[in-house]
């Protein structure tokens, strides 16, 4: 079966004849982000378990190998494994050793959200790795979360990118989540969301159904437009939600030179994406019934990060904070995949 | 150049061969109607122009014909020029007449936005018809105008089916938009609108960010699905907007049932609609400055249908009112090609 499988990938795995077989004497644990854009393999030393030990920090990564989209609703199911067999392939190659060193998989991809898709996977993952090899499947939240708590699944994991989703783990295992469904049903927090009200409020302006605002001739600069008519035809040459999430900087610059139709969107957004949080959190009763146990608040995605005057990441902090003050936000100085790893590396540490 | 065409189009003309050239004594108007589904084209005769006369209530109708889609974004050039050639040559041929009887074509077509579309069309329909019929192409919210007008271009058209846009019109030949720019870009009257925020709310009850609303299980039935979860599933396999439109009267029977967040949902939109209304005929001066003027406001489109106790078209009309209450609004009792049509005889009765 194994053989059959190598020979089918076109040698995927050849590399590993020309690796003596004892050569690799440490075990390693590999850890797999596959978001809809990329796909990132890394391969980390199992270091040691001490009593009540946390894993070193900056957790020490000995290979990383990166590939394309991995997720089996936007790509297909064979290009989906075949890019993680790949990925995981050229980690292993890269670090010089072979599977027979891994002692854990954790893969984490989005896409992954029932657990008949869980089984699948793991299914495909014994046929690759030898039986005694620990494998974990889950979707891409869990390795965003677990990069915020160096590998412990407990807490609220809020993601704004091109979308946005909230998750939300118990220490007994419990989870919630909240949006995530996509544009047609209503993630307006996230970058699409943020950006199509942006190119709705300037349609509106030019039209005479609403305010004049500077994204007007900010986003048609942009866009090297010279109308807003104009951008009926660009949203229909490719409604990708990516390429429309682009904007979402021009955005919060017009918002930080004082436009208040932008303004309004930013505002709107922190409001979706603290009432996705505060729905989690209160569901799993995360923050205790007063609302102030701690609870780690995982913080990703482009709209998310710290890098602007108009902070949004940081007005959804306010927001959470004054319903749930022990939320206590956390942006992660890991990968998503170096997350997975840790998860995994702390299932062992747990069965050791 | 004829012959050549007519020898490409496998001898759309040929029935024309069996009529004798003399027996079409009467002369013709065709009027088509071109939208994103289907199109429309019906045969009328040049019924005699009287000083001041009205066209007759109703038109008569010699043939009609229809046929797919036809807007050239969709389906591309050559399709939607086969489809067309095809249902005009259909319809005369249904009336048992030949394009020398024809003195006026009149094509509305979804798609047509810019002269150069026009100008497009225009020339080709000059190769089919001889040199002396009178050829005009529009888009179909022209046909749709004109439907409710019996044939004059003056005052307000609003069409909300799947999607939503605003024409209006003024005698002197000036005429302005609003919406129609896609759901991307915020056209939230539309159906696609209304069925997308119905799907949003049951997400959010569901979630945790909303209220509770009989919108969940109506849908969940309507759609048989199990639970909101498969919402998501249910809309990326396929996000037609005409699929999701269809949900409209789920969301009308709730509001009537008393749920308060489908009756927001159609209040919504009703002010969405409105406003799209009221930027056109602001813009357009058309109510003129104490908005007093009388002026036609034609309402099409499955939204707009008056068969529910909930009428979404009549509580449009009451917000356009008490800004303008000059606004008088049909519901038209002929199909948009006959308006298209009857544009076509009044624009001969005027050059006669």
């Known amino acids: 079966m194994k053989a059959m499988k190598r020979e089918r990938n076109g040698g995927i795995w050849d590399f590993e004849l020309g690796i003596a077989p004892a050569s690799g004497g ?7 982000d596959g978001g809809t854009t990329s796909t990132v393999c890394i391969c980390m030393p199992v270091f040691p378990f001490n009593d009540g030990s946390l894993p070193p920090d900056p957790p020490p990564v ?3 190998a990166i590939a394309g989209c991995s997720n089996h609703n936007s790509v297909g199911e064979t290009a989906a494994r075949e890019t993680l067999e790949h990925v995981m392939a050229e980690a292993l190659s890269k670090s010089g050793s072979t599977r027979s060193s891994v002692r854990a998989v954790c893969l984490a991809v989005s896409g992954v959200n029932h657990p008949t898709d869980q089984e699948r996977i793991l299914n495909w993952l014994r046929e690759i790795f030898p039986n005694d090899v620990r494998c974990f499947v889950h979707n891409d939240a869990v390795a965003a979360m677990a990069s915020g708590t160096m590998g412990k699944l407990h807490g609220c994991v809020l993601i704004a ?4 989703i909230t998750y939300g783990y118990t ?13 047609v049903l209503g993630d307006w927090g996230s970058g699409y969301g943020i950006a199509a009200m942006a190119l709705t409020s300037v349609i509106r302006a030019y039209d005479g159904r609403g305010p004049q605002t500077k994204l007007t001739s900010s986003i048609l600069q942009e866009l090297k437009l010279s109308s807003p008519d104009e951008l009926i035809g660009w949203t229909y040459a490719d409604s990708s939600w990516a390429r429309i999430a682009a904007l979402v900087p021009v955005v919060v610059s017009c918002a930080e030179g004082g436009d208040e139709v932008a303004n309004g969107i930013l505002l709107d957004a922190v409001q979706e994406l ?13 923050c205790g019934e007063d609302g102030k146990d701690t ?12 890098n602007r005057k108009w902070d949004i990441g940081k007005e959804v902090i306010n927001r959470v904070s ?8 956390i942006r992660p100085k890991v ?4 997350g997975a790893a840790l998860l995994a590396w702390n299932f062992l540490k747990e069965e050791s």
């Not at 440490?26 to 797999?32: M, P, Q």
Request: hydrophobic content about 45%.
């Open 26 to 32: 440490e075990d390693l644990i590999l850890g797999l």
């Open 62 to 64: 000995l290979a990383r």
């Open 161 to 164: 990118g091109t979308g946005t």
């Open 171 to 183: 220490e007994d295992g419990r989870e919630a989540r909240a949006a995530g469904a996509g544009p």
């Open 274 to 286: 603290a009432e996705s949080v505060k729905a989690v959190v209160s569901r799993l009763g995360l």
């Open 295 to 306: 609870c780690p608040l995982v913080m990703v995605g482009g709209v998310l990060e710290a």
């Open 322 to 329: 004054k319903e749930f003050p022990g939320m206590h936000p």
């Open 335 to 338: 990968e998503p995949a170096v």
